[in-house]
Structures are given as structure tokens and as C-alpha cells.
């Protein structure tokens, strides 16, 4: 069985890194018949019917009878799906560079991970989910140093897991609080029958006190309500929701490429920094800023980045103010980046004090520094807080991406594309613009948001799976075994699609 | 091999219902030789240290480095634990009476559950967890028909899962909010460009507007911030984080036994249910009741208890307003109560708009009436939304209850477990009173906090695993596999507790 022409007509000359047998091209046989060989891919996606097509349509219509199913975009056959590649319900089988919402870091059914679920340790391990806070197994502690602190941010040793994002967030604001309620009164607790206790009870100050996070324009940190107080990406995550009126600073709108606009993005972040400061002072007297929260990269707010020496002056504002630096590294964290964590590239003097994940760690949860312990127990604390089997797929995860070298794969791969789009923004004026990104956390900019539904529909079509962000961007959000390999399919792909409704 | 002499007295005479031979007892031959025959139970509980022991100290010393650890109990060897007992690092083998903060619904290593860890197809779906409200597999549907539809409140069919408690309330407040905010518009979505969808992206009114939920003192609905903000068990969840000012009703204060305290009880329930139609009015010009909460039974606050006629009033008067009744059943969900969900005891002209749930429920999530739907999509949304398997979980854990009848046994096993504590109640006068409970959701107060504390250190160190509550109160959260024998061995154990410190 040879290899298929359009397979080998699409390879670019490249010097690849971490190619493994596991990415390895299958043998594809003809158009309609895809043989998929053990441990390997499928060869490139396969269309059979419109996307979405009949059956996840009539899926989606049948699930809309007993739960919202409008964000549904297909139904998918997991069994068949396999490494890059997503099998939908109707045989199409795409090449998927969203991973359920950047949050699978080896694809599907990888088999290190699949040789994990027949151990019958780890069996058990999911059917006894301890009270993790309170019953915590005999192996807990060997599981977290196998697993998170591998991979622990610089400077910061400790770590609490959660079950998602919006509580990993929510339980770091949290600690904020507390660390400034100790910095001002002296120590963690008040006296027993103190009036902060007393009122507390009944969400009154000084107990419950007018304190607040502060956040960005264009920010997404989840959808509690906490959470939500501090997101700002599109109204429909926030019409009709109570939230606290908490400071709300502009994120840098910068131009790309960043290394064409240096000055005016630096004018522009320093325009930023000042009014974060600013509102630090302001709120002061009002709800004081206990916390600021930031993602690195602007996810879900449509992939906005921001220059290394804005972080690092942001931190240093956080230092001066006594404010809590929460890095919420959600999406960006795993590897994907480049670098394990997005802020590994800032260059801090003194490490976030906190960082926030979940998503490709499997794991939700939170890592934070020396100076935010608390000592009372039940202060962060929640029935499960996570489940051991999610650390248990960190940590072979951590194994595989360390022995493949994928994360170094990953900035290969990022570089790769990103010289893709760009000779198609070259090829296509007026289409594409802006394009972004730091290893495979990629963006480009559609010239609005009707045309760049175009092109993610047109992909689509063509079995290529991306997500959408902000007004008018396509964000890439694969998985970590996504290799240029793959990028020239993309682009392949994006040419044809382009060409057709420029 | 005998039966033991212990085990043989502890027998009461009773009509035994459910026991199967996963919980018939193994053989025990000597204090300190347990054989643990497979499918089968230990005997009766085994202690061989102080409880928590010296390994149990040690790892919880160790894990204080890098995560407070101030609320862990003791360690777990999970491998060894089965069914109604709980193994500890230090060889001890407990009666477990608290099931991980109740989540354990067939308690350790069920093997029917064992059986389903080893099918392949459940191991994949463990693998490729995905983004279940975009992404879900080709059988979710079927999956959500043969799991959460089988145990539906009476008149709720629609269903939305999300990964634990807390997010489950989150979720559902804002549900209410969106309802209320619909009725006022006559609308879900204003028109682009409108005044509201602007504000809400800035925290303001009236995109963000001005609600509130009604909650009651002593309630318990999760620690983010949301559902903290209707949380008023203790101060230790509460202080230092601000809160949404937001209403909060008396609960009834009753008193115990039920049955011999109607009329003054009574008055005490009507009290409460004029003060919180009285809230709802006056809050209407101020921050609008969209959404009422309340447990069936108030366990962290204390296993507090209403009588079905209050819940029924408390009902209508939300009706007559329009506030959305939202049930917490996160505890008290399950069969433990005696029927699959607490509130049908209630006797309801029409069910809860809103049913939350966790724990043994395995998958967190809400059902909810026709009238609480929402159309467009993200407005109740999560990268995972709860995940598959907990819901495989849920589907034979269900199989495994009705075919054995368990909830049945619960009723009967709770009628028997409070009868006994009745009976120490008489014997000690002045150690225990306020029996109390549905099914094996029971309670029991100590005389103080002190005298309770030393009692619950007592039966520990018995190998008794009991769990606090309120300020003065033991709750009982066993497992579905509880039975009248194990209620032998935990009074056997708490006589002589209270007769060495009474």
C-alpha cells in the first residue's frame, strides 16, 4: 500500500523534532477506505457527509429535548477517534486543532495513557474518589511529586487541586482575601465572638469585607460567579448575572507582528499599566484590590498577547501595592506554549503567587507561594477537591511529553505554522491578518467575523476542526502530539478554503 | 471457621431486608487476623493503633509542606478497604458511617463497579474526557436516559451536569436569574447593541442587575463564591470573603422528637415561613428575590429537619411570587433518606423548578422544569460539564440499588439505627438527645461541642468513622450497604463509649 499522493504532495521540507511511531503516518488506501493501523493515525481527515452531519444533527435535536444542546457543534465516536484525529458520528474523521477546548494534551486514545486505565491500581483509584481534604489515599503525597510539583512553576512548592477552572479560581481569590485580611489584621483568625466572625454569618463587613479582584477588559476566568465578576470576553457568559463591582483595567490592544509595532505596543501597554495602577490607588478607599488576575495569552477573549516586559512591570505594580498576582494559566499551561507555563517566558524576579490550571493538566487546582499559606483548615476545601485518577494521567502525561521532547515539538510546531499563515496572509491581502501565537497557541485574525465563520465553516467541511475566540479570530488549540506534519494539512486546506471565498 | 462471639451477640433480632451476599459477613477468626473473603465484608471493625495512628500523622505532617493539610482526618489504603469499611495507613479497619463526606453511595470496591472499571469501552471514556457541551459522544444520550433519567424528580426532565456541588448550585442560581430576567423583558436575549448587553460586560446594572437568592441560616450550598454568599453553617467557610448582600431567612428551629413537639414546632416553621415571604417583599424594590435555596435537611449546618407541611408552604409562597425554588439535594440525594430524593416526601402540588445534585449521585448537575429553559447556548456552559463516566457510574449504581432494594433498606435501617439511639438516649440521660432522621440520613446531639467531640474521638478509636455537624450534633452518612448489623456493632461501640465518659 503505497502512500496516498495528497499526503506526500503536502510535505514540506522541515527539520522535525519528536516524531514518534505513535504520530507516524498510517497507510491510506483509497479515499473511501481508511486503514487505521495500531498506535498510529489516520493519515489525514476524511469527509463523507456535510459537518455536522445527519445523525449529529438529529443527535443534537433529540438531546435538545431534555438539556440545552445549542453549543453543541457534533456528536463524536471516541472509539474511533485517535491521536489528532476526532471521528464524528457521521464517519467523517477530522483533524482536530481545538482538543475538547485545548484541554487534551495527548489526543485520543493514546495508548500510554490506555495502558494506565488497565491497571488495576488505578481501577480502584477511580472507584474509591476519596474526600480528598479529609481521607486522602496512602499514596497521595508521592502521586502530587510524581505529578504536579514535576511541573511545578518556579518558586512555588505549594499545591491544591480542584475539579475544574472556575473553582480553581474561584478558591484563589479566595485566598487573596484571606492573605490580605491577615495582612491587615495581624494574624489569620480573629478572637471567637469577634464581630467579624458574628457577621460574617450574614454576608456583612466587616466579616465579609468589600474587597476586590481586580481584572481585564477582554478577560475569561469562568463562569461562577466569582469567577464571573472577573470575565469579560462576550456578554453571553454574563447577561442577567448579579456580579460584584469589582476594577476592570484595559488589556494592551496590540498590533502584530509585535516585533513591527515595538513602540506604539509598548506606548500602548504602558497606557495599561497605568491605569491598573491607578485603579489600585482608586479602589483603595472603596473595595480595596486584594488580587489581579491575568491570563497570559487572552484565550477565549480572542487571543490577546501581551510583551514579556508588561508582565513583568505588571508583577512589579502588585508588588509595590501589596495586591495578590494571580496567574491564571488555565488554557496556556501544559506545554503547549513552548514552555510548560506561558509565564516561564516573562523572566520574573519573583515567581506569580499564585498560578491557576486545569484543562491539559487533567487536574484542576491551583500552585501558589510560601507567603499566601493559611493554617486554618476548611479555608479552601470542597467534598472531592479533584480526584487522585487525574493526577495519576498527569503524571504519565508528564512522562510522555518529557520523553518525546514534546513541549520543544510544540515551538518547533508553533514556529512552523505561524510562517504558514503568514505566507497566506501574504497570498490572500485583506483575508488574514494578525497573526499570533507562542508555540502551538496560535491565532489569526478573519477580516471580520462574518468571513472568519466562513473559513472555520469551510475547514470544517474540508475535516479540519478549529476553534473560534473573540470577534473575528481562529485560534489552534491542538493537541501536543500536532506536528508540522499537520500543520501542512492545515494549510493546505486553508489555501483551498481561502481561494474559494476570498 | 466460627462466627465470632462479638459478632454473633451484636445480632438483634429484626426483619432484615436487601442483605445480599456482598454484604453478608466474612469469616474473622482471631483480633488480630482478619480474612477478608472475596465479595465479602469485614466482620466488624479492627483496630491496632490510635486513630488517626503514627502513619497517619506522619503523612499528614509530610503533606503539610505543600498543601495545608489541617482538615485531613487520616490516610486511606484504599486497596483494602470494602464495602461499609474503610482501611487506614495504620492497619486499622473502621465502620465507615461517614462514606467520604457521603459520596460513597455502595461504599468500597463494589464489585459490580469493579466489573465496569475493566470494560474497555468505560476505559476510553475515562481517556478522551470531552467538552460535553460541544463535543459529546454518539451515546450521551442514551447514557443520560439510562442513568440520571431513572432516578428524575417527579415532572423534571430536563437534566445538566457539571463536575461537583458547588458548580451545580452556581449554575442553577444563575438559571434563576435568567428566568426572572426573561419574565421582566418578556424576552431571554435583549437586542444587540442594547444598553444591557453593554453594562454586563462592566459588572453594571442593567446587564448585571441587582438580584439576590433567599437562603436560610444554617444553610449549607457550597464554597465558591455564589453559593458561599447563601452558606451560613460556620464562619471558618465564610470570613474574609466578600459576599453578595443577599437575603437570608430564619430556619425552623424544631424541636425533637418531632411527633411529640407538633404545635409548638409548628409555630416555630410558620415564624420562619412569614419572615421569608416578608423578605421577598421587601427585597423586591431593592435586589429582587429571583431564586430561593434550601436543603431538605440542613446537614452541615447541623442535620436540621422541617416538617413536610412547612416545605410545601414554603413552595406555594414562592409560586405566588414568582421565585424560583431551587432543592439542594446534593446530600441528601440518593436513597439515603429512604426515597431516592428527599423532597418526595414532601407531597408537592408541583415538583422543584430546580433539583441540584453531587455526591452519591457520583456526577454533579440539576434537573429542572420546562419553565426554567433557557435557549441560547453558553449560557449554562463548562469546558467539561461534569464527565461521562461519573454517569456510567451513576447507570450501575442505580442497576445495583433497585435490584436490591436498598433505598427500602435504608428506610428500614434508619428506622432501626434511631430506635437504638433512643434507647442510649434513655439510658444516659442528659449524654444525647434530638434523635432524628430519614432513612440512614440521621442525627444525634451530645449535651455540648466538647461532649460531642470526645464521643466521636471515642468511637473512632473503636473503629467507629462518625460524622460532625452544627455545633453539637453526630451525623450518620453511611453507605446504601449499611444494614441493621452494622447498626449493632455502632451502638454496641457507643454504649460503651458514653458508659466510660458519661
Chains 1, 2 share one sequence.
Not at 162 to 167: E, I, R, T, V, Y
Not at 197 to 203: S, Y
Not at 386 to 414: D, F, H, N, R
Amino acid at each position: 500500500m503505497a502512500m496516498s499522493g495528497v499526503a506526500t504532495t503536502l510535505l514540506r521540507s522541515s527539520n522535525r523534532v519528536g516524531l514518534t511511531s505513535y504520530t507516524k503516518r498510517c497507510v491510506h488506501t483509497s479515499l473511501n477506505q481508511v486503514t487505521l493501523h495500531e498506535n498510529e493515525e489516520y493519515i489525514q481527515p476524511h469527509v463523507q457527509t456535510e459537518i455536522p452531519g445527519p445523525l449529529s444533527k438529529q443527535y443534537k435535536s433529540d438531546l435538545s429535548k431534555l438539556q440545552n444542546s445549542a453549543a453543541v457543534t457534533m456528536f463524536c465516536d471516541y472509539s474511533k477517534s485517535k491521536g489528532n484525529y476526532l471521528a464524528d458520528a457521521d464517519g467523517n474523521i477530522l483533524l482536530d486543532c481545538f482538543q475538547q477546548i485545548s484541554s487534551l494534551p495527548l489526543g485520543y486514545n493514546h495508548p500510554v495513557l490506555l495502558d494506565l486505565m488497565n491497571d488495576p491500581h488505578t481501577q480502584l483509584t477511580i472507584l474509591n474518589r476519596p474526600a480528598l481534604g479529609s481521607f486522602p489515599s496512602v499514596d497521595f503525597l508521592p502521586l502530587i511529586e510524581n505529578s504536579l510539583l514535576k511541573v511545578a512553576p518556579r518558586g512555588l512548592q505549594n499545591v491544591v487541586t480542584m475539579a475544574c477552572g472556575s473553582c480553581s479560581n474561584e478558591n484563589a481569590f479566595k485566598v487573596a482575601f484571606f492573605k490580605y485580611m491577615k495582612d491587615l489584621r495581624g494574624e489569620e483568625m480573629p478572637a471567637p465572638g469577634s464581630l467579624e466572625l458574628e457577621t460574617c454569618m450574614i454576608n456583612k463587613a466587616p466579616g465579609a469585607p468589600d474587597l476586590s479582584i481586580l481584572s481585564f477588559d477582554g478577560a475569561f476566568h469562568g463562569r461562577t460567579l466569582g469567577c464571573l465578576s472577573t470575565t469579560h470576553s462576550k456578554p453571553i457568559h454574563k447577561l442577567d448575572v448579579p456580579s460584584f463591582d469589582w476594577p476592570i483595567a484595559p488589556f494592551p490592544q496590540l498590533k502584530y507582528p509585535l516585533e513591527e509595532h515595538v513602540k506604539e505596543n509598548e506606548a500602548e501597554e504602558n497606557r495599561c499599566l497605568e491605569i491598573v495602577e491607578d485603579l489600585i490607588e482608586k479602589w483603595a478607599s472603596k473595595s480595596p484590590v486584594a488580587g489581579l488576575v491575568v491570563e497570559p495569552v487572552q484565550a477565549e477573549g480572542g487571543d490577546n498577547f501581551a510583551s514579556d516586559e508588561f508582565f513583568r512591570k505588571l508583577k512589579k505594580i502588585t508588588e509595590k501595592h501589596n495586591v495578590a498576582f494571580i496567574c491564571d494559566e488555565v488554557q496556556t499551561g501544559g506545554g503547549v506554549c513552548g514552555r510548560w507555563w506561558a509565564h516561564d517566558y516573562w523572566g520574573l524576579e519573583n515567581p506569580p503567587d499564585m498560578v491557576t490550571f486545569a484543562k491539559k493538566m487533567s487536574s484542576g487546582g491551583f500552585y501558589y507561594s510560601d507567603a499566601m499559606k493559611w493554617q486554618a483548615g476548611y479555608r479552601v476545601y470542597n467534598t472531592w477537591m479533584g480526584e487522585p485518577i487525574k493526577l495519576m494521567l498527569l503524571e504519565k502525561t508528564i512522562g510522555v511529553i518529557s520523553e518525546q521532547g514534546l513541549v520543544e515539538q510544540a515551538a518547533y510546531t508553533g514556529n512552523y505554522l505561524r510562517e504558514g499563515l503568514k505566507d497566506l496572509e501574504a497570498k490572500y491581502p485583506g483575508a488574514l491578518n494578525s497573526v499570533r501565537g507562542r508555540g502551538t497557541f496560535c491565532a489569526v485574525n478573519g477580516r471580520d467575523m462574518e468571513f472568519r465563520d466562513k473559513v472555520m465553516s469551510g475547514m470544517m467541511n474540508k475535516g479540519i476542526l478549529l476553534g473560534a475566540c473573540g470577534s473575528s479570530s481562529i485560534r489552534f488549540r491542538p493537541s501536543l502530539l500536532f506536528t508540522d506534519y499537520h500543520v501542512d494539512i492545515v494549510l493546505d486546506r486553508l489555501n483551498q478554503v481561502l481561494d474559494s471565498i476570498k
